[in-house]
């Protein structure tokens, strides 16, 4: 029978897969490949130092039988804990940041991990930051291992055993510039040192989030502000003990509407589903690889899956409200669904045959001046508080009469899929559009509404 041990003899040995098309649109003559380490059995790159920190501690006698392993975590670190935790019997609590997104908080929840959440904005060193919450329940802990995966040595030494090697052989030595994201600092660090051992003229690229400290800390010594970013799992507020600054040869930063932008265009062009510090990295590559012969063979990490950011930056709504979705890709449907809940619920409009006074006190309460006339969830006419009240002087008694009497025109109506550009387009000549799916008026769309999407 041929079958493997247990899930962890399954981490390592990812291939490489070509990038074809996005290389060509940008004119690279340059070879440019992705690890695909999203295909580790807890889909990313952090299965491997996972087991490496486990079995190094269990060696050093560090972590006992029945012990728990505590950590901090950006999510994919957890869950290679969590998973050779799993096949050795030991328990886990992990601390994330509440950037880490519902679906990593999920999974490490069905490995059987308890998960606590700290706010995203707490500094570094104080008693809320993920790291000092993580080093205490570990001081509180008894028969608990803290990895501290920022400083452990198992960390860069599982990829300059395994993912160094690899590259280097599944390029058969013509590697030319390696492409990772620095984070704890492990993956750029033990790859690029062996690397570096093989041949010292590869080039190491660290792909480095806008807000992050490493860019400016490698080239000037200086740890500066760090500010607010949404890539998750690469970067860092201040300098970690595993990423070393003289493995690397040069950092790139990368904005965040680049980085999601490109994870977005590898899983649509390529297909490769991935997570935003992928596009990190593919974005460095792209950086690196231009200008470059076809004799430069380009290799970058892709960290994780897309899985992990299904509520994040692969939903269009979540990239809506972050004011990242390029124009191109909003439409009517999109941002009626974004701008309310229950966009079936919060419609509100009048009836044809509703009284005049009906329709005026669902107006006043619920503090809107135009309203739709449907019949049948299909548009035929409107209602607009200062034309209602012009008439209202002239003739009170049309109060007590149907709407159908006093209505004006219909607002254009928009199929869901209009663009951005259509919707404008009306909204120049008409105070609202009415969005209809399937012949039935879904949504309602102001110029408020626009401004408020432009803003």
Not at 326 to 347: C, M, N, S, Y
Not at 372 to 377: D, H, M, N, S, T
Request: hydrophobic share 35%.
């Amino acid at each position: 029978m041929k079958f493997y041990n247990d899930i962890i003899d399954l981490v390592g040995k990812t291939p490489l897969v070509r990038i074809n098309t996005l290389s060509k649109q940008r004119g690279i003559k340059a070879q440019i490949f992705a690890k695909m380490e999203s295909l580790n059995p807890g889909y990313s790159v952090k299965d491997r130092i996972g087991i490496s920190m486990i079995e190094y501690a269990e060696k050093e006698g560090t972590l006992k039988p029945g012990g728990t392993i505590i950590e901090a975590t950006s999510g994919n670190t957890g869950i290679g804990l969590a998973i050779a935790a799993a096949t050795k019997g030991y328990k886990c609590i992990f601390v994330l940041t509440e950037k880490v997104s519902f679906e990593k908080t999920r999974y490490l929840k069905a490995l059987g991990a308890d998960v606590v959440v700290c706010p995203a904005a707490a500094k570094a060193g104080t008693p809320d930051h993920y790291v000092e919450t993580a080093r205490r329940i570990h001081r509180e802990t008894p028969n608990s291992f803290y990895p501290d995966q920022y400083s452990h040595p198992a960390n860069p030494l599982a990829h300059y055993q395994t993912t160094g090697p690899e590259l280097w052989e599944d390029t058969d030595g013509k590697i030319t510039h390696f492409v990772s994201g620095i984070g704890t600092g492990g993956t750029i660090s033990g790859t690029g040192r062996y690397l570096k051992e093989k041949d010292p003229s590869i080039q190491i690229i660290g792909a480095d989030p806008y807000g992050s400290i490493f860019k400016t800390y490698k080239e000037s010594g200086h740890v500066p502000e760090a500010t607010p970013y949404l890539v998750e799992g690469i970067g860092q507020c201040a300098p970690t003990e595993n990423a070393d600054m003289k493995v690397i040869d040069r950092i790139i930063n990368v904005t965040d509407r680049d980085s999601f932008e490109l994870a977005r265009q590898l899983g649509r062009v390529e297909g490769i589903f991935c997570g935003g510090s992928t596009g990190t990295n593919f974005a460095a590559a792209l950086e690196v690889a231009n200008g470059l012969d076809e004799n430069a063979v380009v290799v970058f990490i892709v960290c994780d899956t897309g899985e992990h950011y299904l509520t994040k930056f692969h939903s269009d709504e979540w990239m809506k409200e972050k004011l990242l979705l390029e124009p191109q890709r909003i439409t009517a449907g999109l941002i009626a669904e974004t701008k309310r809940k229950t966009v079936e619920e919060d419609l509100i409009y009048a009836d044809p045959d509703e009284i005049v006074r009906d329709a005026l006190r669902k107006m006043h309460e619920a503090s809107v001046t135009q309203i739709p006339v449907l019949k049948e969830r299909r548009s035929v006419g409107s209602l607009k508080e200062s034309n209602v009240l012009a008439k209202l002087l002239e003739d009170k008694s049309l109060l007590d009469s149907k709407v159908s009497e006093v209505m004006d025109e219909s607002f254009p109506v928009m199929d869901v899929d209009a663009s951005f550009d259509e919707i404008k387009a009306s909204l120049r000549k008409a105070p609202a559009v009415l969005i209809e799916d399937f012949k039935r008026i879904t949504s309602i769309i102001t110029r408020t509404d626009l401004l408020d999407l432009q803003s």
